[in-house]
């Protein structure tokens, strides 16, 4: 696990689903603080010491607000209502038997599930959403070197590779098992922007 950063260090700005609210993740002072409109301060909601919240993703409906937190591999569930969030609880990203270093790093929701990717482990991870809770589903090979980003479309995900330089691509099989269909050669891969 990486070592806790002591200082700000904002990783994340997206609007909430209502459209009211902008929400920022500070992966330094473990918090999500959320503005108003003229970016105000409107609230801020703490997360486990040490965690180092990165990305936000919300359900279908947008009343669960999932956080991945980069340095200490874990999905929190967060509550949303008119510009609160309310922690819930989390989940680790890795199995149970592994003890090696990594940094989670993107997140998304896709039919009723949790996609995340581990930089160290080198995998995605696949949460079940049941209501307001999260149930690790499997955890699988990204087939390349600290997957920085992935995304899906329709039935495929991919995943940014960025230490090997390398986009894999995977079919989704029943929303849950991934079989990796292609390997694409990309520099630094970083970022997946899906339009």
């Given at each position: 696990?990486?070592t806790?950063?002591k200082?700000?260090?904002?990783?994340?700005?997206?609007?909430t689903?209502?459209d009211?609210?902008?929400l920022?993740t500070?992966l330094?002072?473990?918090?999500?603080?959320i503005?108003?409109?003229?970016?105000?301060?409107h609230n801020s909601?703490?997360?486990?010491?040490?965690?180092?919240?990165?990305h936000l993703?919300?359900s279908d409906?947008?009343?669960?607000?999932?956080c991945?937190?980069?340095l200490?591999?874990?999905?929190?569930?967060l509550?949303?209502s008119d510009?609160?969030l309310?922690?819930l609880?989390s989940?680790s990203?890795l199995p149970e038997?592994?003890?090696?270093?990594n940094?989670?790093a993107a997140?998304r929701v896709?039919?009723g599930?949790?996609?995340?990717s581990?930089?160290?482990?080198?995998?995605?991870?696949?949460f079940k959403i049941?209501g307001?809770?999260?149930?690790?589903?499997?955890?699988?090979?990204c087939?390349?070197?600290?997957p920085r980003?992935i995304?899906?479309?329709?039935?495929?995900l991919?995943?940014a590779?960025?230490k090997?330089?390398?986009?894999t691509v995977f079919?989704?099989?029943n929303n849950?098992n991934?079989n990796l269909?292609?390997?694409?050669?990309?520099?630094?891969?970083?970022c997946i922007?899906i339009?």
């Amino acid at each position: 696990m990486k070592t806790k950063k002591k200082e700000p260090h904002t990783h994340f700005v997206d609007k909430t689903p209502d459209d009211k609210y902008l929400l920022v993740t500070d992966l330094g002072l473990d918090k999500i603080f959320i503005y108003d409109k003229d970016l105000n301060l409107h609230n801020s909601v703490s997360l486990n010491k040490g965690a180092g919240p990165r990305h936000l993703a919300f359900s279908d409906d947008g009343k669960i607000c999932y956080c991945i937190n980069e340095l200490n591999s874990t999905v929190s569930v967060l509550e949303y209502s008119d510009g609160i969030l309310t922690l819930l609880d989390s989940y680790s990203t890795l199995p149970e038997n592994y003890c090696g270093e990594n940094a989670a790093a993107a997140i998304r929701v896709h039919n009723g599930y949790v996609f995340v990717s581990n930089r160290g482990h080198n995998s995605i991870a696949c949460f079940k959403i049941s209501g307001k809770t999260l149930k690790l589903v499997n955890v699988t090979s990204c087939e390349g070197d600290f997957p920085r980003d992935i995304n899906i479309y329709e039935n495929l995900l991919f995943s940014a590779n960025q230490k090997d330089g390398t986009l894999t691509v995977f079919e989704i099989e029943n929303n849950i098992n991934l079989n990796l269909l292609q390997t694409i050669q990309i520099p630094n891969a970083l970022c997946i922007t899906i339009n």
